[in-house]
């Protein structure tokens, strides 16, 4: 499977953003596909998952409430809605695959990765 990330930028702190991530290539018929982000310096850390078929989602208690997670299986897209974004929210975002059913937050599981998109928030 191949991701391709887009829809990152700078946006004002309280701003949002809407990224998205469209999936290419086989996949198995039942798969996860999620969030994670990275700031310099810092490890990367999981943002949101969502299971492809039922829809299942699954989020970071630093994102709820703030940030939506949706997809579109038409397109093979996912789209994490970003809102109220604070500067600690900056980061290069990836998406990212893994097969089974189950939304989960350990970065081991997900053996596809896109090529990240840069979110910058500004105070």
């Known amino acids: 499977v191949q991701l391709q990330a887009s829809g990152g930028g700078l946006v004002q702190a309280g701003g949002s953003l809407r990224l998205s991530c469209t999936a290419s290539?086989?996949?198995?018929?039942?798969?996860?596909m999620g969030w994670f982000r990275q700031a310099p310096g810092k490890e990367r850390e999981f943002v949101a998952a969502?299971?492809?078929?039922?829809?299942?989602?699954y989020y970071a208690d630093s994102v709820k409430g703030r940030f939506t997670i949706s997809r579109d299986n038409a397109d093979n897209t996912v789209y994490p809605q970003m809102n109220s974004l604070i500067p600690e929210n900056t980061a290069v975002y990836y998406c990212?695959?893994?097969?089974?059913?189950?939304?989960?937050?350990?970065?081991?599981?997900?053996?596809?990765w896109g090529q990240g998109t840069e979110v910058t928030v500004s105070s």
């Open positions: 969502i299971s492809w078929s039922v829809g299942n989602t």
């Open positions: 290539g086989r996949a198995f018929s039942t798969y996860v």
């Open positions: 990212a695959y893994k097969v089974g059913g189950s939304p989960r937050m350990d970065r081991r599981l997900y053996t596809s």
